[in-house]
Every structure is written in C-alpha cells, then in structure tokens.
C-alpha cells in the first residue's frame, strides 16, 4: 500500500467564525489588541462629571457641613489669635481697628514677665500632682474592683457623680463643704481631734484643695478606662507565672504593667492634656487667690484678655500654651512609641 502523507499548503487556511482558537493565540491576540488600542479615557466635563458624582461625591457632601462648622470655630480663632499675638491690641485701640503690626514684642514682653512664669510653674505643679496622684488612685481600684464584680457594681454607680456633674457645680459644692467655720470637711475633721487646715486661705492650701478636687472630679475616667485594660488581659501569661511559682508582685511587675503599657500611656496623655484645659473649677472657687497662687495659664490668659483687655499679649500667652501642650504631648507620645518597641 502506498502511504499517503498529509499535504501542507504554503498559504494557511482562513479559519472560520466557528473554528476552534488554537490554545495561546487568542491571548498574544487580545495583548496585542491592548497594546495597539490603549483604552480611550473621557476628557472635560465628561470626565468631571464621572468623577464627581454618584456614589464618589455623596459621603463628601455628607461631612461638607461639619467640615465647614469646623473650620469656622477652630480654623479661624485660631488663625485670628496667631495674627493677634504679632500686634499692638489693647483696649485703647481694640474698636478703631488700628492694630499697629509689632512682631514677637508679645512674646518678648511675656519672656519677662513674672507673672507668666509663676503661672507657668503654677500650671505644672498642678497637673503633675492631679494626674500623678489621681493614676495612682484609679489604678489602685481598679486593681482591687477587677476580681471582685460584686463590690464593682455597688461602687460603679458613686463614681460616675463626679463625671455627670457640671464644674461649676463641682466649685459650688466643694466651696460650701471646705469653709473654715461652718463647712462640713473641717467638722468632721474636728471631731476626729484633726487639724483643720485653711483650705481656701493661705497659701499653699488652696493649690492643694484644687488639686483635690480635680483628682476627685477626674478619678472615674481613669479607672474606667483602666479597669477596661485590665479585664481584657489574658490569662494564659498569668497561669503559667503562677505554675512557675511567681508571686503577686512578681506578676504585677512583669505581666501586668507591660501588658497594660498602652493603656496606662494613653490615659495619661489624655488626662494630661484634659488638665491643662483646667478653668472653670479654679475660676469659681478661687479665682486664682490668694494672690495668684492658684492662677494656672487658663486664669492669666483670662485675666490679660479679658481684664487687662491686652489682647495681644493674651493671644501670645495662648499660643505659648499651645507650643507647651504639644511639647508634653509629642513627648508623652515618643515615650510611649520607646517603651513599645523595647
């Protein structure tokens, strides 16, 4: 029999519309398709209008109107107040509108001034004691509430007054109960055959009785948010100690405080922050008396501001305010980052 071979034709077929596309070759097709024609992008109004509507402009329509309320009470009091600070306004000049430009003489007026600096080292006294000593209180209750929910209970509710109340309130209150003759505190210290210190006389027992009751009004948020921290632990690190043969400070010193670390620096940075904002309760119970010895920065802005009516050189105490809030932030910050990656 004679074999017969397959014949190839110089010329390939033509392959129709129904014939099988040999595998690979309907991709390099499509590639080079892609690579020839790149696809056409709208241009103008057409491509403005894809981008800016539908669903892309919604959620920007949504937050416009906070956005603007934003800018309007944050944005420009503090642009108006930097502006302030860099010019003569006092109450002489402050309707005529001539507020003659004088750069940083503000701020070098403020350098040496006094009263600036003893209200500065006012200001740090009062928040390294309030914040130092109201951690220090929180986070022992919530170290002897975390294991008891029965006494968490009873006590949750009393804690909550000093956040619920108002800091005028607050003033109020604590001013009836802290008078020398007839105030409640200082009979009942009498009773006990106690000192009965001036609270709110001399010197230095009304920075003391401020802190007090800042420490008071602000112990609640501390140890709720530690008390937080400290039911999220887990347990696993802590059976094993104890297996291991670890004692309570043993674990408290080397599971608990590094495992709480986070926790502990964020409450401190916004507490820190919340007690430098620190004015209505000093205002209504002292007033910064005696003298100025309760004056914190808020009560010597407020006094230059709105009492001297310089208002340059309150606008150059706010921005100091200010500088000196981001300092101890960024540095509270730094320290926690530090402490994270050891």
């Known amino acids: 029999m004679q074999r017969l071979g397959k014949r190839t034709s110089p010329h390939p077929a033509k392959r129709g519309n129904d014939d099988p596309v040999p595998e690979g070759e309907g991709i390099a097709a499509l590639v080079k398709v892609r690579e020839v024609s790149p696809p056409v992008l709208p241009t103008g109004r057409l491509a403005l209008g894809r981008v800016w509507s539908g669903e892309r402009l919604f959620p920007y ?16 009091p503090t642009l108006f107040n930097l502006n302030a600070s ?9 309707t005529s509108g001539a507020h003659r430009f004088i750069g940083l003489r503000n701020y070098e007026v403020l350098w040496r001034s006094a009263e600036f600096w003893a209200a500065t080292g006012a200001t740090m006294l009062y928040v390294v004691a309030s914040v130092t000593i109201g951690f220090l209180v929180a986070f022992g209750l919530a ?8 006494l968490r209970t009873l006590v949750s509710p009393f804690l909550l007054v000093p ?3 108002t800091p005028a309130v607050v003033a109020l209150a604590w001013n009836q109960m802290l008078v020398s003759e007839l105030g409640v505190v200082n009979y009942l210290l009498a009773q006990f055959g106690l000192p009965t210190p001036p609270w709110l006389g001399a010197t230095p027992w009304p920075l003391v009785t401020v802190v007090l009751i800042d420490v008071w009004q602000h112990i609640p948020f501390m140890f709720f948010v ?7 632990l887990p347990d696993e690190p802590f059976e094993a100690a104890a297996i291991d043969g670890a004692g309570a400070w043993d674990a408290f010193r080397y599971l608990t405080l590094p495992l709480l670390q986070p926790v502990i620096m964020v409450t401190l940075i916004f507490r820190t922050m919340n007690a430098f904002t620190s ?4 205002y209504v119970l002292t007033g910064g008396a005696p003298g100025t010895g309760t004056e914190i920065l808020n009560l010597f802005l407020y006094r230059k501001a709105f009492k001297a009516f310089e208002i340059g050189q309150a606008g150059a105490v706010a921005v100091a305010m200010v500088i000196l809030t981001a300092l101890i932030g960024v ?6 980052q530090r402490e994270e990656t050891v």
């Open 143 to 150: 170290l002897v509430l975390q294991h008891t929910p029965g």
């Open 61 to 76: 329509l949504m937050v416009a109107p906070a956005t603007a309320i934003l800018l309007l009470f944050t944005l420009y």
């Open 86 to 94: 860099l010019r003569d306004i006092s109450v002489y000049n402050f």
């Open 279 to 282: 004015f209505d309760v000093i």
């Open 331 to 336: 540095a509270l910050i730094r320290l926690m």
């Open 226 to 232: 530690l008390l937080a921290g400290l039911t999220v």
């Open 163 to 165: 956040l619920m109340a």
